[in-house]
């Protein structure tokens, strides 16, 4: 990744509390991040860490405690319907159960075209149904026989490819995607995961990974961010990460993963 | 070799699912678990491990019926038991599970030594209270587990502690085979690290004699098991030394799972994971032939033609007509 | 402190505040109804009187003995304080008796009535309801539609039908009061069997609806729970059937015992219009001529007794929950 690459995405000194009193804790606490156009981001914690929540906050579903976003080197501002509008253009999110994400009762061709009504464009019939298919083609599905479906019809693995397919219409600057392939089977994984860069290449979109796990992190991402309780504990270039970790918490979470060829300590 | 433990022979059971379907979860399953080992299990989602490990257990309520096979356990098949004899002697005695999700597996209005007390009942019938709750104490002590937990109710224990102490109510009655359904899966990699130990000295210890352990987590069971059988639609495909079949995995379908394993090692990174297209088939269907026939790159019309029946090559078992070797990992992975 | 006091404590003062809310409100809503009670009682009493002065008098005085004349606040805290000595004031309607001595012969009938239709009705239609799902089959098929049916019928329209068929047209029992009309209360065979005679219908009718609705609600807990992960883990440990069971009913009561909670004030105000159908000595009735003859004292008094009684049983409730649910028990002490 190069350095001179246009921040689009800046945290600075974000906290969320929970609870008041003695029952107070901070999910998130003073975390800072800037991701740059066409980067890509894994953020890695256990649960409890604070990732989803962090993650809540990047697409503006949750509101910091204290803290600011900068978006386009501008403070980010939620205030009125509008403003959430336009930075949802920019922001997009995909998350663990692609089901949860859709209207069950609406038909794939609906889902689709509400979203190519959130660009606002002027567009024919024909123009919509070329996008849809282009959209459906991106994702190896075949719109033709999916358009009149209903959303429980089709399997995990298509579900979250037509979640991808959103995505390629709505085209954000930024996207989310919070274990995106947890439900989905290994053997079918890579084709997601493929996908996932194909868009970033096209669109120079930044991708925020949140998981759990440390490998998928590895393999797809450009920039790590460990976190713990909260709080972001190490960060850098995914191999350096990797190959010398800093941290104590990151050691030992590298060290608690079973992989292929290093010994795994069960003493 | 220790003693055969378990053999398992041409097991079949079905779901009868809502609307009288019958989907063929486990298909002509055999295999034997021999004193001192870890058999690993390993599929995906939907390839019938799960259902494998509730059937061996030979005890089926709905919707899980038994069809045919046989289950011997110490030179006794079990399916030829009694229901009441199959509960009382052979459940958490001879063999035992511990569930999928361990998180949900404790009933949450029960303190954890009264339930392990319910069990005792059964089986123990002659103990007195006090005397139960001597040997959990002392079963949780010598598992290094707090003793408090048995006080406790279980949602006042933290996951990773709710799942040790699963593993120590299914071992309470030393159980000769302990059948681990994912035990790990919904833990964190600290927790996951800790439960193993746990299972490893049972055995170290000789509170159970052998494992089967399923799981989706091909890293993980490299460092749990001896041996592993890779299961696909029901069927097992591919069955070797856990070294092996990860390395150089012989099955087509064991090949492209292989090739899809993400780990944090340095060498992951850059690698073309594999990747097929498709889903696994329809176990209600009748199937004739090899049930990966549909997603394989290297399918002849032989392949559908009758049941592909299970061969040995080398000291592995395949289930596949041809022999196709894993490419080394240069060719078969370019360079991103 | 103990938690659990402090609990306690924190929630009767919360009852404490609904209380002084609800006797404000008791206090001012009957008295926001249109018309002048006491020119309903004078205009009866002096039918055929021609003395407008008298007339004019004998209101005033009715005002004055009413404290109607002063202004409506100062009449509340009169109300109020009067409250804190039990007492509720005079009736208008039965004028001179007081609302207390009214209320202290009905409240036994009503007691009498709906606690034990309550209850058993609670009891039975749990019963029947874990039943059914555990059963499955038949009985599920008939009893629940069944339980659906008696539900969705209204109080009043099932005490009716009752009303109809076993009271008018098969003259089993006595169509309505307490006891029979010639008798005199007292401790003899003859009135208590009059007064269970008379029992029969409205009881039955009460206990048919709670029946229904908790049956419903318990059956499909029962499912819940019976699919649940602790359920197939206590099974596969050895764990006879009826000990499961026995798990299974107590997890799946718990919710109950809130849904009682919750629905303790429909039933109480359903079971009142039931006193009404059967004219039924207790509270229920007595409101009903209440609001008839704007008697605000005894509307006041009736509401607030019942308010009381809704309270009271939530607040047991409430109480008994936390002690027997160890999962409500841990988060009310993380409360503190």
């Known amino acids: 990744m190069n350095g001179d690459s246009s921040i689009v995405l800046e945290g600075r000194k974000l906290n969320r509390q929970f609870g008041f009193g003695r029952n107070r804790f901070f999910a998130v606490s003073d975390v800072d991040f800037v991701f740059r156009s066409g980067e890509i981001i894994s953020i890695v914690g256990e649960s409890g860490s604070g990732k989803t929540t962090l993650a809540k906050m990047i697409m503006g579903l949750l509101k910091p405690t204290s803290g600011e976003v900068m978006f386009r080197e501008n403070p980010r501002s939620l205030r009125t319907k509008a403003d959430r509008e336009e930075y949802w253009k920019s922001v997009q999110g995909i998350f663990q159960d692609p089901f949860s994400s859709f209207n069950q009762f609406s038909k794939i061709q609906t889902l689709l075209l509400d979203c190519i009504n959130l660009l606002k464009l002027k567009l024919s019939e024909e123009e919509k149904m070329n996008m849809m298919r282009e959209a459906c083609g991106f994702v190896n599905l075949e719109f033709d026989e999916l358009y009149n479906k209903y959303p429980f019809e089709l399997s995990g693995g298509q579900m979250q490819r037509l979640m991808i397919a959103r995505i390629f219409i709505l085209k954000p600057k930024v996207l989310i995607a919070d274990e995106p392939t947890s439900m989905i089977d290994a053997c079918s994984r890579a084709t997601i995961l493929d996908m996932f860069l194909k868009l970033r290449k096209q669109n120079d979109m930044i991708i925020v990974f949140i998981t759990h796990d440390l490998g998928l992190a590895y393999y797809v991402s450009d920039t790590i961010y460990i976190m713990e309780h909260g709080k972001i504990v190490e960060r850098g270039n995914a191999a350096t990460i990797l190959e010398s970790p800093v941290h104590s918490y990151t050691k030992r979470l590298l060290a608690d993963v079973p992989k292929l060829k290093e010994a795994w300590d069960l003493g | 070799m220790g003693q055969t433990i378990l053999t398992v022979s041409e097991l079949k059971t079905f779901y009868r699912t809502r609307l009288k379907e019958n989907v063929h979860a486990v298909d002509g399953v055999s295999f034997t678990l021999e004193e001192g080992k870890i058999l690993g299990i390993a599929g995906e989602s939907g390839c019938g491990k799960s259902t494998l490990a509730l059937s061996v257990m030979g005890f089926y309520f709905p919707p899980l019926n038994f069809k045919s096979g046989s289950i011997v356990i110490d030179g006794i098949d079990i399916m030829k038991l009694s229901r009441e004899d199959l509960r009382t002697k052979v459940l958490g005695e001879e063999i035992a599970y511990i569930p999928q999700s361990a998180m949900n597996a404790l009933n949450p209005t029960k303190r954890v030594g009264k339930f392990i007390e319910d069990i005792l009942r059964e089986h123990r019938p002659g103990l007195s209270q006090e005397q139960m709750q001597r040997l959990a104490a002392e079963r949780f002590e010598i598992l290094n587990l707090p003793t408090r937990a048995l006080t406790a109710y279980p949602n006042e224990l933290s996951g990773g502690m709710k799942q040790r102490v699963v593993i120590a109510t299914s071992t309470i009655l030393n159980p000769k085979v302990l059948i681990a359904d994912e035990p790990t899966s919904a833990l964190d990699v600290s927790s996951q690290k800790i439960a193993i130990k746990l299972l490893k000295s049972l055995l170290a210890k000789g509170f159970v004699k052998s494992m089967l352990f399923i799981t989706h987590e091909l890293p993980l069971l490299k460092h749990v098991a001896d041996d592993v059988m890779i299961m696909y639609a029901g069927q097992i495909v591919e069955r070797g030394r856990i070294d092996e079949v990860i390395f150089k995995p012989m099955h087509p379908y064991a090949q492209a799972l292989m090739g899809s394993i993400i780990v944090p090692e340095s060498d992951i990174r850059g690698h073309r994971l594999s990747s097929i297209p498709g889903a696994p088939p329809n176990l209600k269907n009748e199937m004739k032939g090899c049930r990966f026939a549909d997603r394989c790159i290297h399918t002849v019309d032989e392949c559908r033609k009758e049941e592909i029946p299970e061969r040995a090559r080398g000291e592995r078992t395949i289930r596949c007509l041809f022999d196709f070797d894993y490419q080394s990992e240069e060719t078969a992975h370019e360079r991103r | ?336």
Not at chain 3, 228 to 241: E, H, T
Request: glycine share 8%; hydrophobic share 50%; aromatic share 14%.
């Open chain 3, 1 to 336: 402190m103990n938690s659990y006091l402090k609990y306690f404590l924190k929630k009767f003062g919360w009852y404490l505040l609904t209380l002084v809310v609800a006797i404000t409100l008791n206090f001012f809503l009957p008295r926001m109804i249109k018309g002048n009670p006491v020119s309903v009682i004078v205009s009866a009493m002096s039918q055929g009187m021609s003395d407008v002065n008298a007339q004019k008098k004998l209101y005033e005085s009715y005002m004055h003995q009413f404290g109607l004349d002063k202004p409506l606040f100062q009449q509340y805290l009169i109300y109020f304080q009067n409250i804190l000595h039990g007492d509720f004031g005079v009736s208008f309607g039965n004028y001179p008796r007081r609302v207390s001595n009214i209320l202290a012969s009905a409240i036994p009938w009503t007691l009498g009535l709906q606690i034990p239709a309550i209850l058993i009705g609670w009891l039975l239609g749990n019963l029947l309801g874990a039943f059914t799902a555990y059963k499955k089959g038949v009985f599920d098929k008939i009893i629940f539609p069944a339980a659906l049916f008696v539900n969705s019928m209204p109080f009043f329209a099932l005490s009716i039908i009752m009303l109809y068929v076993f009271g008018l047209h098969l003259k089993w029992f006595p169509i309505g009061g307490g006891y029979g009309y010639q008798m005199i209360p007292n401790l003899s065979l003859s009135f208590i069997g009059s007064v269970l005679q008379h029992h029969f219908l409205p009881f039955i009718s009460i206990v048919l609806v709670a029946i229904g609705g908790q049956a419903i609600g318990m059956r499909s807990m029962s499912i819940y729970e019976l699919n649940s992960d602790y359920v197939l883990y206590a099974k596969l440990m050895g764990i006879r059937d009826s000990r499961v069971v026995r798990y299974v009913f107590r997890n799946a009561v718990l919710p109950q015992v809130t849904g009682l909670a919750l629905s303790i004030g429909t039933m109480i105000s359903g079971a009142l219009i039931t006193e009404i159908v059967f004219n039924y000595p207790g509270i229920g009735t007595w409101l009903f001529t209440a609001i008839r003859t704007l008697d605000f004292p005894l509307i006041s008094g009736c509401t607030l007794m019942i308010t009381l009684a809704v309270l009271a049983a939530n607040f047991t409730i409430e109480i008994i929950y936390g002690l027997i649910d160890p999962r409500v028990k841990a988060t009310q002490m993380e409360g503190q």
